[in-house]
């Protein structure tokens, strides 16, 4: 395992032991993942793990099973546990089913959506636009996630809310998004400014297309991003 890495997840972690220490364990290497601190394709590995962070293998074992349920890691048998990889056509699987499923939450959203979600909604816009100012993109992705979820949850559809939850996981990938987001903030804040507009005046039609486009738009962006990447790892 890479070693700045594996420094990055010690340094992270604490001796504080919370109430999961599996699920504690998932979350530092997913904020990692995103982060592109562990790279796609990199193995972890338990023994190294375990020395650095002092705890017992059950731990680390449940929070790679945590991992691989959202998608981050993939466990190759007699191998290892791996980061996963993200391809070009795990984006063009995921984003339509996404995008048609995210407009129709926002189409849901438009009668149940309340004052408070609505100026939760505003709150994270703005964090979104400063933060992109100030290329905190970390805080920029966590606050754009959250403008998301808002509407998502209002659907009122758990069925719907759960489905979303695992595509957002994947078709976001998040070390992607982290990187890919520096070149796309831009248009991604006028769409989410039009996005809120249209739920404050309950104009459901167009915030169901809005929604849907939008995410299809991206789609494109995605796909010549991880084309890019994948040139630049191929340079000797």
């Known amino acids: 395992m890479d070693v700045t890495g594996l420094d990055e997840i010690q340094k992270r972690f604490t001796k504080e032991i919370p109430e999961s220490l599996s699920k504690y364990i998932g979350e530092i290497f997913a904020n990692a993942i995103v982060e592109g601190k562990i790279k796609g394709g990199q193995k ?31 466990n190759v048998p007699r191998k290892g546990t791996y980061v996963r990889k993200i391809s070009e056509n795990d984006i063009k699987e995921n984003f339509p089913i996404r995008a048609y499923l ?39 992705l966590k606050h754009h996630s959250n403008f998301h979820e808002t509407f998502i949850r209002a659907s009122k559809n758990t069925t719907l809310i759960e489905f979303l939850e695992n595509l957002r996981r994947q078709s ?29 005046k309950k104009d459901v039609e167009k915030v169901e297309f809005l929604v849907r486009n939008h995410i299809l738009l991206a789609l494109d962006g995605f796909i010549q991003f991880i084309k890019k990447e994948e040139k630049t790892d191929r340079k000797p």
């Open 172 to 200: 976001i990938w998040f070390r992607f998004t982290y990187f890919y987001v520096i070149d796309s903030s831009e248009v991604a804040i006028r769409a989410h400014s039009e996005i809120l507009e249209l739920f404050k």
């Open 102 to 140: 995210e407009g129709l939450a926002a189409r849901l959203a438009v009668p149940n959506l309340s004052p408070n979600d609505i100026a939760k909604m505003e709150s994270d816009l703005e964090i979104v636009i400063k933060s992109a100012k100030l290329k905190d993109y970390k805080t920029y």
């Open 44 to 74: 972890l590995v338990e023994n190294e793990i375990q020395k650095r962070l002092g705890v017992s293998r059950s731990p680390i074992r449940e929070a790679f099973r945590i991992l691989e349920r959202k998608g981050l890691v993939v």
